[in-house]
């Protein structure tokens, strides 16, 4: 499994408004300035984590964006799930999807679900607050 460059770079993104957690609010161009990702990509990406719940964008003169809850409160799999959708390492793993050819006889269909769910976990056990600190460190 590999994670798109768009949720590589969403984690970049968050990770960096994570460092400005209890000060001023920051722009979607000062954190592409501070990432190096390229603006539009940034924008993008903070529609994205707005609408997911992950950021707070506050309009006026002292406006900007901010975090919508707490860094230690959001994790890895927020992340992804923002950008992605639900993480599923199968089409067989989603509710509903059926586009399996072999989907009737697959004797591995059961056990996709708890590999799922030991992946989204261990995402989920990484908060944004600790891959802050990693950076800054």
């Given at each position: ?40 990509t940034v ?95």
């Amino acid at each position: 499994m590999r994670l798109s460059n768009l949720a590589d770079y969403a984690v970049v993104t968050m990770s960096a408004a994570a460092r400005h957690c209890g000060g001023a609010r920051v722009s979607a161009a000062e954190l592409a300035q501070e990432t190096g990702l390229p603006a539009p990509t940034v924008q993008k990406l903070v529609s994205r984590l707005v609408a997911a719940g992950l950021l707070r964008s506050v309009r006026g003169a002292h406006g900007g964006l901010q975090l919508a809850r707490p860094a230690a409160a959001i994790s890895l799999a927020d992340i992804v799930e923002a950008v992605e959708g639900p993480i599923a390492l199968t089409s067989c793993v989603e509710n509903g999807s059926h586009d399996c050819a072999i989907e009737g006889a697959c004797s591995v269909r059961p056990h996709w679900g708890v590999v799922n769910e030991a992946l989204r976990g261990a995402l989920a056990g990484v908060p944004l607050s600790r891959l802050a600190q990693m950076e800054m460190a």
